[in-house]
Structure formats: C-alpha cells, structure tokens
C-alpha cells in the first residue's frame, strides 16, 4: 500500500491487529537484517579470527564490557540486557528493533532526510511467540521477539521491542526477514509493507510532528532537542 498522508496511514493500519510490531525504514530497499550481519561484507580480512557469527559476536561484546564499565550508572542482569545496551550506543548485534506504535515506525521512516532521495516503508509483523522477560540467550534455534525491560529513556519513549535472530552455523551471509524462504520468515506471520514516496516525505514529517512524533520526544534529552531545532532548516 502506498500513502500520501497521514490519513491513508491511519487508514492502512485498519488492515493490522492489536499484536502488530511496526518498523520504519528510510530506504524501501534495505534488508531486514539485524546490524551485526551488515558486517558480512566486511569481513574478508578478519576470517582468521572470526571462524563463526558466534565468535565476532563474543569478541564485540566482551570488548564493549571491558571498556565500557566507566561509562556505566547500571549493570546489565544478563546477555540480552548487555546486547540491547551495547546496540543503543552503536554497536553491532543481533538485534533488530521494532516498536509497538506505527506512529514511531512512520517516524524512522522520515526522519533521515539524507535518504529523501528514496521511498520509505513501514514494514509490519505479527511475531508467533514472544519473550517478555531478561531471561539468557546464549544459542537460540530461531528468531525470537523480545520485549525489553525500560533500560533507557529512548526505549520508552519509542515504545521499542526486538526481533532476536538466530545465526546461520557458518559465517554466510545472514538472511533477510522479508526472505520468504529465509529460515527466519516461518516465526513470524508477514503483515502489510507501507510504502512511503519519496515526494511526501517532507509534508509527513510536518505532520507527524504535529502530532508529537518528532526528533524531541523521540530522543529525549539534549540530543533530540538540538535535532529538533535544526529540523526546521531541512524542511
């Protein structure tokens, strides 16, 4: 489905239920992949210390733990909590984020103005189980969805949720969700792709802004109002 406005997308989430997690995409084009599997392509001159998708994912986390303990004002309870922590300051994990409110998806879909060039989506999902809990995941055999405990103000503020995905056993190149037939699509039922035109990208934002769904209460604190003041000069 196409939209132009924020009217066609109340209307289009008349077609999604109650258990619909929603994610925005600047670039129609991206895959869904978590972060950590972007890195593929850049692996060629790490393979000998990298054997698996394991090991790079130790390797990166266990870096971040040592040195990030002077930073810290909380110690995450278990692996789950250290990888949603170490994501939200940029480091690469098997994590994929999504939100329960299609206001904030529509939000991630435009607020890169650097992609203007490109047509957005909003890609929704019905996950078949979910963890609620901080509960380890050392080895999981499938994709999983998570709802995480309030660890910042930003997953608040984003009503956010995660899709865990699995690893593939050797160090190919990681399956995109939208795949259907990657090993991960069976977890989840796919729901509707909104697609958002490049041309109405400015007017959306105008209006989402209006109704609260902007730079400020989507990064609270100092970050997101300096980013909210600058909007007005890429309108």
């Known amino acids: 489905m196409i939209i132009?406005?924020?009217s066609d997308y109340i209307n289009a989430l008349e077609k999604t239920s109650e258990h619909t997690i929603y994610r925005g995409q600047a670039n129609k084009g991206w895959d869904l992949i978590p972060s950590i599997g972007r890195?593929?392509?850049k692996l060629e001159n790490h393979n000998t210390l990298y054997k698996d998708w394991e090991s790079l994912e130790k390797s990166l986390l266990s870096r971040f733990k040592t040195q990030s303990t002077p930073y810290m004002n909380f110690v995450p309870s278990s692996k789950i909590e250290w990888l949603i922590?170490?994501?939200h300051h940029g480091l690469p994990t098997p994590l994929l984020d999504w939100t329960t409110n299609p206001l904030v998806a529509l939000y991630f879909s435009l607020c890169e103005t650097d992609n203007d060039g490109f047509d957005g989506a909003v890609h929704t999902i019905v996950p078949k189980s979910w963890h609620s809990d901080s509960d380890d995941i050392d080895s999981i055999p499938h994709l999983i969805a998570f709802y995480p405990r309030h660890?910042?103000?930003r997953i608040v503020a984003q009503s956010g949720c995660f899709t865990v995905f699995p690893y593939p056993k050797k160090l190919v190149p990681m399956a995109s969700l939208s795949d259907p037939n990657s090993y991960v699509s069976t977890e989840v039922y796919w729901g509707e792709t909104i697609i958002i035109p490049k041309d109405s990208k400015p007017k959306l934002r105008k209006q989402l802004s209006r109704l609260g769904i902007n730079h400020q209460t989507?990064?609270?604190g100092l970050d997101g109002i300096a980013k909210q003041i600058l909007s007005e000069f890429s309108a």
């Open 151 to 153: 660890l910042n103000p």
């Open 85 to 87: 922590h170490a994501q």
């Open 39 to 41: 890195l593929h392509d």
């Open 4 to 6: 132009e406005n924020i």
């Open 218 to 220: 989507m990064f609270p």
